[in-house]
Structure formats: C-alpha cells, structure tokens
C-alpha cells in the first residue's frame, strides 16, 4: 500500500508528464505551422487556435492516461501533488483499548499486554491476535484501502504500540463518495 507521500509525488510526476507532453505537440504543431500560429501572443489566428487545441486533448488524454496508470485521485492529480489524499490516520476513529478481559464491555476493542497490542476482541467469536488483524501505518493513503475492505469489515490503524483507531467498511465507503 502506497502512503500519502507516495501518492503527491506520483501526482506530481503525472501532472508534469501531462503538461510536458501538451506543449511538445503544441511546440511542434506551432514549428510545423511555421510560426505563424500566435495564440494569445500577438493576436488571434487559427493556426493559433489549433496549437491551443492541440495542446488541451494531448494534456487531457495524458492527465487520464496517468490518472488510471498511477491510481491516484483527481485533486492530488490535478493539483500536481498540493492536496494530498487523506491518510488512514486522518480517517480513522478512537477505538476502546483495554488491558483486561473482564473489563470489556463493548462492541470492539484491542487488548494490550504490557502496552503493546497482543489481540482484537470483538471482531470475531474469539480473541483475533494483533498480527493477524487487518492493520495499517497511519500514513497509508486511505485511497490504498479498498482491497482490505473486500476482505475485512473494519481496519485498524497503529504505527508500532501507538493505535491510532479504526475505519470501518461503511466511513470508507462514505469518504469515497458512496451514498
């Protein structure tokens, strides 16, 4: 799984490759034309007109090439990198942790063992050990999710001991855009 700084610099990457690739047909459009096509330089002409066009289906067919090449979203993409997709960590809510079986009373939790994470109780019929349940870094792009989700009802996030929380099926699909 890619992490959000993966995610910038891909954007980053695709969006220059788009607007490079648009101004090489246009620069060569504009050498083929002789010269003559000013677009918004010196005046307004159709040669000109067609370097502009030329340039806006090349940077648009690149833009989506990269778009499903890359896998990143459309505002990182389109910002070239500026806004980062969200990370798991920023997705994630507060999940109960607790030290002892007997005080639990809840739906979910993680149960620490001398401060470090040994299980997941509530998920299934028994105790799930820690390393066996669906956990991500808390920079991992939250975009990166999806295939967890096909398996998993709930993700936790935690970097090392420190558990930021966890995401469920439905907030992911709510943060992508589903109703």
Request: charged share 15%; net charge positive.
């Amino acid at each position: 799984m890619r992490t959000v700084r993966e995610l910038r610099l891909a954007g980053l990457i695709a969006y220059l490759a788009a607007l490079v690739s648009g101004l090489m047909v246009s620069g060569l459009l504009h050498l083929a034309f002789g010269g003559r096509g000013q677009f918004g330089w010196e005046g307004f002409n159709l040669l000109g007109l067609l370097e502009g066009l030329a340039f806006l289906m090349v940077f648009t067919l690149t833009l989506w090439l990269a778009k499903r090449a890359v896998r990143v979203t459309t505002t990182t993409l389109l910002s070239a990198g500026l806004f980062a997709p969200t990370s798991a960590r920023k997705l994630a809510r507060p999940v109960p942790v607790i030290n002892a079986l007997q005080s639990f009373e809840g739906n979910i939790a993680v149960l620490l063992e001398g401060g470090q994470p040994v299980g997941v109780i509530g998920i299934a019929d028994s105790l799930v050990p820690w390393d066996e349940a669906p956990v991500v870094p808390g920079d991992t792009a939250a975009s990166e999710l999806g295939s967890l989700f096909r398996q998993h009802q709930i993700v936790f996030v935690a970097d090392g001991n420190n558990i930021h929380g966890m995401i469920t099926r439905e907030r992911y699909f709510k943060y992508l855009g589903a109703p």
